[in-house]
């Protein structure tokens, strides 16, 4: 049993960690957004929601005390990982066959029409369109680092659920 505490502990501190790091992605992005001026795309502004989103469920799995709530909790930020992955695949798809936008994103609209971009316009706002190609940072493109982000948080998440699946007491 005391071994099942302790690997409870780790199990909630390394979801801490995930959360910071979701957490230092978007503020990453908000610099870009500021301090480079780079406009984020309703691909970008999406991908923000997914790192708040498995911020969220990781730090709330991070203060539960038991398997069954962290186990559940995980499982939510796994599968906004997934929809990360499936977001900025879908960007890099974008960039690397542009099409005739007309200045118009399609996604803009419904993207904008979302409470959060009410509530923080500066940060949930789209302001720039998919096929806008930004200078690259160590050979990749900003949405090829979000997809490599997306999935180093999904596969520790998935290998521990894989890896926990009877430890809900």
Not at 34 to 56: K, M
Not at 77 to 93: E, N
Not at 113 to 139: D, M, Q
Request: proline letters at 7%; charged letters at 10%; glycine letters at 8%.
């Amino acid at each position: 049993m005391n071994n099942d505490n302790a690997m409870l502990r780790r199990e909630r501190s390394l979801l801490v960690l995930l959360a910071l790091v979701c957490v230092a992605l978007v503020g990453g992005a908000l610099y870009m957004q500021y301090g480079l001026h780079e406009d984020p795309c309703p691909l970008c502004i999406l991908q923000r929601y997914f790192f708040l989103l498995i911020a969220i469920f990781a730090f709330l799995g991070a203060r539960l005390g038991s398997w069954r709530g962290v186990r559940l909790l995980e499982t939510l930020a796994a599968l906004s990982a997934l929809a990360g992955i499936v977001t900025a695949a879908r960007h890099v798809y974008v960039q690397a066959n542009p099409g005739f936008s007309c200045g118009f994103d399609a996604l803009q609209p419904v993207v904008d029409s979302l409470p959060p971009a009410h509530w923080l316009p500066g940060v949930f706002k789209v302001a720039g369109l998919c096929e806008t190609a930004y200078p690259p940072i160590l050979g990749l493109s900003l949405p090829m680092w979000s997809l490599v982000a997306f999935v180093v948080m999904f596969v520790p998440l998935a290998l521990s659920l894989v890896k926990n699946r009877r430890r809900i007491a």
